[in-house]
């Protein structure tokens, strides 16, 4: 196996090791590893390895187990703590803002993966906003370990020669063929509710609201009988967090409210809302609510499709460029900054293999012959949003017919690959020398020659 494992545990892991603690209570536990005052518990690793080969198995590239996998995530997580440990010598830390952000990026990620936010909340029985508040400190241990892992790695750079002698360093007969790839840029909009839908969604809402303060209902008994949101099973209740862990406007009619509480029908980006505030201490409070979501199927196409023909026609007649519209009109917020160019989200390059693309995308890259052709509108599923529908126009910005390897053409692919690979070895030469700075203790017996490639 030549992928090496990161150090770093994504949040998958962390939540991975909830899920498998709150479904195998009967697995006695034990302290398998010491490094300082820290400890590394038997469970802990199980779930890695467990979410490991549950990840390989759905990437059609299924793994057994054995010992040296489950030893090779020991290492690893020992060397975590390390991190960790050096993270304290050096006094590294990191902002609330940074945590914040970082993990709503992983949750992003974890959302698109599930399909929705929905299916992610049901996947492992919270809401989102529990989800981080629930393992936001275990988060911040992992960025505090990436930061002081990036400060290392960038540190370690690769020069023109060396990567010349790394393609030169592969046999002829190995070289491998380089698959057609292709550069994009798009503009995307997300075609708007009618609004029949959003006042259909207000007026329940509304009822429900009355429901509360006229007829004397409970709003957890409402919660749990009309709620769409994640926490109606439990009456709607949201755990005390605090107040900037919510959005804006939920926020801010909570923390107007006096406990007991209840707002006027609040409207977010999840949908419309009925708050009632239980308790608060400082900033910090613990609500109820209701939350009826505006039916994302009731959506006018007709809209996004419309805008997307007028800006392809100013850009097509040199009235702006692509670029401009994109910054301007796209509503993708991780496209548009960067002029709607895309990503490849594996390796982080312009260039993106064709057999990479998804299918719509695909599809849309086939009706491109020219380098500057920009496509008609067409529909696609953006469930990173929370709206499934979304509609776009793509530009074909460069397209690199399949070929063999070689230096010339592909220079950037090369380096690239030849710096992870110095990189890897310098990194573990450096944290092979960190080791013997923290005290390390095995409380279980560890094989001598421990593979940590994985």
Not at 340 to 362: S, V
């Amino acid at each position: 196996m030549h992928i090496k494992f990161t150090l770093l545990l994504p949040l998958i892991l962390i939540l991975s090791t909830e899920v498998y603690s709150q479904t195998n209570p009967q697995v006695a536990d034990q302290i398998v590893a010491h490094v300082n005052d820290r400890v590394i518990l038997k469970s802990e690793i199980d779930a890695e390895v467990a979410d490991y080969m549950r990840q390989a198995q759905f990437s059609g590239q299924p793994i057994s187990f054995s010992k040296d996998l489950w030893y090779a995530f020991l290492e690893s997580q020992v060397n975590n703590l390390i991190l960790l440990e050096k993270a304290q010598l050096d006094s590294v830390t990191v902002s609330d803002d940074v945590v914040n952000m970082q993990m709503d990026q992983r949750i992003q990620q974890l959302t698109q993966q599930a399909g929705s936010e929905r299916a992610l909340e049901q996947a492992f029985g919270k809401s989102i906003i529990q989800l981080k508040a629930d393992f936001r400190e275990d988060f911040r241990e992992q960025i505090i370990a990436q930061k002081v892992q990036q400060n290392k790695i960038s540190t370690i750079n690769i020069t023109r020669p060396e990567v010349k002698d790394f393609f030169d360093s592969i046999p002829t007969d190995s070289l491998p063929t380089i698959p057609e790839q292709v550069a994009l840029s798009q503009i995307i909009k997300i075609p708007p509710v009618t609004g029949n839908a959003r006042q259909q969604a207000f007026e329940f809402a509304s009822q429900l609201r009355d429901s509360i303060l006229i007829h004397g209902k409970s709003i957890e008994e409402l919660a749990r009988r009309h709620s769409d949101g994640p926490s109606a099973n439990g009456g709607g209740l949201l755990p005390m967090m605090s107040l900037n862990e919510l959005v804006p406007e939920y926020s801010a009619a909570a923390s107007a409210l006096k406990p007991g509480g209840i707002s006027e029908v609040v409207e977010t980006s999840f949908g419309f809302h009925v708050i009632k505030l239980k308790s608060r201490v400082g900033d910090r409070i613990e609500t109820n609510h209701i939350l009826i979501e505006i039916k994302n199927d009731a959506v006018n196409d007709n809209v996004s499709i419309e805008e997307l023909t007028a800006i392809r026609d100013s850009i097509i007649t040199g009235d702006a460029t692509f670029s401009q519209m994109a910054k301007r009109q796209s509503d993708d917020p991780n496209t548009a900054p960067n002029g709607g160019k895309m990503i490849d989200p594996q390796i982080g390059e312009r260039l993106i293999p064709i057999n990479r693309l998804d299918p719509a995308l695909y599809q849309v890259v086939l009706t491109l012959d020219e380098v500057g052709d920009i496509s008609m509108p067409k529909s696609f599923d953006l469930s990173s949003t929370g709206n499934k529908k979304a509609y776009r126009i793509v530009r074909l910005d460069r397209r690199v017919p399949e070929h063999l390897a070689n230096f010339q053409q592909d220079y950037d692919r090369l380096q690239q690959i030849a710096l992870q690979e110095k990189r890897a070895r310098e990194y573990d030469k450096w944290i092979k020398e960190l080791r013997k700075e923290f005290y390390i203790e095995y409380k279980i017996p560890v094989p001598k020659n421990v593979n940590s490639e994985i």
